[in-house]
């Protein structure tokens, strides 16, 4: 079995709701899984209380956090953060920093990592978020893997979508108000079973998909 692991952030639940896709793209793979995890919360209850937050996150309590460990041994990993200021979320930024050993001894060479995300608005940093973060998949040594144009849902301009080829992304509107739409939730899927079958290859040089 190839193991696939989800790690991501989700404040509102945006980035959760493309992480279930995510995994729903990874398992439509024969002889791959995905296990979805979560980085901590380094906001206190307090601050995340005035954000309106609270309500969302209980939702989201039984997912279970991620650890060095879950990196280390996953077959490839996807990474799914809102964006914030044109880069990853501090609490995803936090949880990576602590990925020194991981380096050291290279446990991340050569596994396929990707990456998706969310913005406020229609061009609110989707790409630079997704981009800036393939700089420390680098450093791991990691094959970055994106979207293909394949996914002909990011081609379309009749509706406002989110996408490129870098990854899957959504937009949620200036008070969270927008869920992930199919054809976003389409894009994650896709980039799940992308990731998948390329982890597969990796792992199993002889498999044909």
């Known amino acids: 079995m190839c193991k696939v692991l989800i790690v ?5 639940g945006h980035i959760y709701k493309m992480a279930e896709a995510v995994a729903e793209g990874v398992r439509a793979v024969a002889g791959c899984g995905a296990v979805i995890k979560k980085v901590p919360e380094t906001l206190p209850s307090t601050v ?10 209980k939702g989201m309590q039984h997912i279970p956090t991620a650890t060095m460990d879950d990196l280390a041994e996953a077959d490839a990993i996807i ?31 050569g596994k396929p990592g990707s990456v998706f995300t969310s913005s406020a608005t229609q061009h609110g940093g989707q790409e630079s ?9 680098l450093h791991h040594g990691m094959v970055v893997v994106g979207l293909p144009y394949a996914f002909a849902g990011q081609m379309g301009i009749s509706e406002v ?5 870098y990854g899957a992304s959504t937009i949620v509107g200036g008070q969270g ?9 389409a894009g994650a899927r ?16 002889t498999t044909q998909s």
């Open 79 to 109: 990474f799914g953060t809102p964006t914030r200021f044109g880069n990853m979320c501090g609490q995803m930024r936090q949880f990576l920093d602590a990925s020194g050993g991981l380096w050291q001894k290279g446990d991340l060479v």
């Open 161 to 165: 979508s989110g996408g490129s080829p």
């Open 129 to 137: 978020t997704i981009l800036s973060f393939h700089i420390t998949l």
């Open 177 to 185: 108000e927008r869920m992930p739409s199919d054809n976003e939730l």
């Open 8 to 12: 991501h952030y989700s404040m509102y």
């Open 48 to 57: 995340m209380e005035k954000m309106g937050a609270l309500d969302a996150q």
């Open 190 to 205: 896709f980039q799940g079973g992308h990731v998948a079958r390329i982890a597969l290859k990796l792992k199993n040089p």
